[in-house]
Each structure stands twice: as structure tokens, then as C-alpha cells.
């Protein structure tokens, strides 16, 4: 660039903090000093006063210009020098005042200190701590890459011979991460140099080529399994019935749970929260294939939102106060004492104060022979703050969920009944899936891997069940579904088994039923490619089903 333009471009950066300096000072400078000159202690003399309000009047001054001109950062000289003229032509205009002169410039010059300092510090923070280096051209990095693919620590005697550009002034060390520096404005840039074509004996020392920090890539998420409905939770529930011969369920509490309460050892097999259990419970009790046989506990429920989570308080019927504390009556059994626990206390041992014997308060209802013993005759409670006596505090709770008091009047009972499951339901269920059972033993005996009730995720995310899924290897070999005999057209089973295999590719579908089935049914199975084995209950499992199923 020639110097007459770079001189050009200077001036005019330059003018940029000169007219700020000049506004700031002219306008701003004797008013803000006046005013904080009224605001200071009155206990500062002359000329103490004057100077600190031109000292924190060039701070106020500086900071604002530095929010303003932080962006000039890249040109500090130039930018001081716009400040120092600006200031220097405030100064001048404003010298006709009656202060005196030496009196006024001492103050300016104060001011003027604590401006430029609190200004430049400001522009050098916001502008990144230093003047940026010229960036690294995209062509140049690119070519770096390309030209030193993969390419080993350099050793000082064996220097590569690899074309660079000439070695930067200060090598930067890499990063943890990816940082891109503000690009400075072109009036702070160095002029360009003239290009200098690499030859091949130029070898740069080991520090110079810094290849650019690759920008970290983040993998995207798995896919989420999609949530299991209440029909799949229902179903899955009557397997685990059928498979492991479930016959009760019983609740625990939960003090962690909004819930109050969980069924831990069916819910962790199912992998579903107690709500869902608890909505699949009373579907299967409205179908008689589970009943209640008694309540297991209960737990005190928010009116609002029936959460269980709460805190439970006591306070003083007559102030609210929860500064309460109880005091208990107790009565010795041996010698008929009866008093308040406090007497009982003597010399930090507990004895009688009638008889003298040492006595211990009853805790349990098994207690050593012969030892004395006091019972818990009654209680009472005493408020601190009023001194007001009771029988009962006032209770209350805060529900942690949503946050609002109730009381006892108020609040709302959840039951956790103990459930049991109806035995014929069982036996019937258990007959049913026996067929799968005996075919899954025989294709275990001839090294096949075997899930029953498995659950699959096709192509549009859907979740599928598969009575049985058989596969060798870790390759997917066949899927069984296995129909009751309940009568009628068995179109709507069929649609579903087609979906499922268009949606996972699984070729070898074979569909079992227990009786048999219709024609239309058959037609639309054959359409598809779907084996149909009919009558399975009067076949032999393993000599007419299993062969038909892996293609023997």
C-alpha cells in the first residue's frame, strides 16, 4: 500500500477517538466535574477537590469512550493519539475560564491520565488482550494440509524439505478447542508482502507450520426407542405371568416417587414407571384377570395434584408458631409415681424421685425381667413463643411438588392394594404360550439363539412384537407368531404380521395357529409369502413343526 494512503487511513482512525475525546471533554467534562465536585465529602479542602473530580471524571469519561471505541483496538498508537489531540483541543477552547491556568491544566492533565489509562486498558481487554496477528489465508492452510498429510515430529538435524511460506512471528501453540480470532480492521492490517515462491531446498524450522485444529465433531444422538404403549405393557405383563408363574404383586413405599409408592420387582422386568403399571392393573382387574387381596399401606396425597412427596409440620394451635416442643407424662410402675419426664432426670441419671430406684423408659413391648420400667402415661405440647398448652399440635403439609399447604382436613389418601393373580387365568395362559415354549427348546438344541416376546424396532421406528424371533450368528433367521383359536376371519392378525415384515425385511414369517383358519385369510398369507402351519395342537412339535420352520 503506498504510504500516502496508509497515511490517509491513519488520520482518519485517528479522528475517530479525537472527536469522542473532544465531545467528551467540551460537553461533559466541566459538567461532570461540577457535579461531582457537589457529591464529595465537604471535609476535602482546595485544590485536593478539584483535582479528585478531575480524576474520576476522566474515569467515568474513559470508560464510556472505551465501551465506545473498543473496536479501534487493533491501532492503540493511533487511537491514544486521537484521545491526547482531542483532549488537547477541548483544553484549549475551554481555558477562557476563570479558573487558573496552571490550577486548570493540573486538573486536565489529571483527568486527562486517568481517561487515556482507563480508556486504553478497556479497548485492549475488549479487543482481546492484544493485537491480533494477520489471519492464515484459507488457500494458504489448505495448501499446508495437503502438502504434509500425516507428517512425523521433524528432528532439528533432519529438518523436511517441505515448501512454506515464511516462518511467522511467533508460533502459537494448539488448543483444546477451536478458537476463531476477530479479524482486525483493515487500517490496523500491515501492508502486504510481496509473495515468495517456496523452492525446494527452503526447509522451515519444525515450529513454523502449525497445520489448523481440526473443529471437533459430534456424533449424532442413537435413535430413541419409541415409548411402549399400555397395550405392549399389558401384554408383556401377561407373559411375564405366563412364562415365570406370577401369582401376587406386592407394593413397597416410595418416599422419592410423586407416586408414593412402586411395585419394584414387576416394573423392573416391564421397564415402565408405577404410573403405567398402575393404569395396565386396573384394565387387567376390570377383566378379572387380577384382583385385590388387600390394601398394603397408604400414603397422605396432595388435594392438587396427588403427590405424595410432602413435608410434614407441627405448629402451635393458638399462634402458629413451629417453635413448639412436647412433654411427656410418665408413671412408674413399681411405686405408682406419675409426673413429667423432666423429674424423672437427676444428676444426668434416670431415677425415680419417690423411691430412688433407677428406672428405664418403656420403648417396646418386650422388656429384661425385673427391671423398672416407666410407661408413657400421656403428652403434651407447649409453644415457646406463647406459652399456649395442648394435647395435639395443629399438622399440616407442603406438598414439594406444586408447593401448597393442607392440612389434615384437606389432604387426600392413596392406596396401594397387594394384588394377586387369578389362577386360572394363569394355568390357561401358561397352555397357551406351551407350544412356543417347546419349539423354542428344540431350536436351542440345534444352535439357534431364541427370544420370546421379543420386541423389534423397523425402519419407521416402530416397535414390533414377535411371539419368536430365532436367529444363528447374529443373523435374523425367522419370526414365529403364534394365533389362538377364538374363531372367525383372522384378516386383522395377518395385516399386522405384513406390516411388521415390510417394516423389518425379515423374509422367513411363519404364522402358527392352534385351529384352523379361513380361506380369505389363507390367500392373503400366501399373497405375502407367509407360512401358515395349521392344527398345532395335533402335531408333533418336534418332528412335523420345527423341521417345516428352519427349512428342512
Known sequence: MPRAQMLTKMIISASIPLSVSFASWLIGGEFLRILISSVLPSQIQEPVLTLTSYALTGLLLGAISGLVLFKLGAALIVH???????????????????LGFLQLATGWAI??????????????????????????????????????????????????????PPAPREATPPTSSATVAPTPPAESRPPPQPAITPTPTQAAP????????????????????????????????????????LVEMVPLPNNTSPEGGSYPEVESRLRIDTTMFLKVVKRLADRNIIKVSGVEFKKVTCPHCQSALNVLSLRCRACGSTNIGRQRILQHEACGYLGPEDSFTVGGRIMCPRCGSAVKILRGPLEEEQEQVLKVHSSFFMCYDCNEVSPDPYISFRCL????????????????????????????????????????????RQGYEVQLGARIIGSSKVRHKVDLLYSRGGVTRGAIFLISDKGGPKIHEIMKIIVMKADTKIDSVKMLCMGQIDNDSKRL?????????ENLAAKDIVTEVVPRLVGI
Do not use: H
Not at 133 to 162: E, F, G, H, N, Y
Open 80 to 98: 491514544l493519539a486521537g484521545l491526547i489531540a482531542g483532549w488537547a483541543l477541548a483544553f484549549a477552547l475551554t481555558s477562557i475560564t476563570s
Open 111 to 164: 483527568g486527562l491520565t486517568t481517561y487515556a489509562a482507563f480508556d486504553a486498558a478497556l479497548v485492549k481487554i475488549l479487543a482481546g488482550g492484544a493485537a491480533p496477528r494477520p489471519p492464515v489465508q484459507p488457500t494458504q492452510a489448505r495448501v499446508q494440509v495437503v502438502q504434509q498429510p500425516q507428517q512425523p515430529q521433524p528432528t532439528p538435524t533432519a529438518p523436511p524439505a517441505t515448501p512454506t
Open 206 to 245: 519444525p515450529t513454523a507450520i502449525l497445520p489448523p485444529i481440526p473443529q471437533a465433531v459430534t456424533p449424532p444422538p442413537p435413535p430413541m426407542e419409541p415409548m411402549q404403549s399400555i397395550d405392549e405393557v399389558e401384554e408383556a405383563l401377561l407373559e411375564v405371568v405366563a412364562e415365570e408363574g
Open 401 to 444: 411438588t406444586c408447593g401448597i399447604d393442607y392440612d389434615l382436613a384437606s389432604f387426600e389418601f392413596k392406596t396401594f392394594y397387594r394384588y394377586s393373580i387369578n389362577p386360572e387365568i394363569v394355568s390357561g395362559l401358561q397352555e397357551q404360550k406351551k407350544p412356543l415354549r417347546m419349539i423354542a427348546e428344540e431350536l436351542r
Open 525 to 533: 398369507a400366501e399373497l405375502y409369502n407367509i407360512t401358515i402351519i
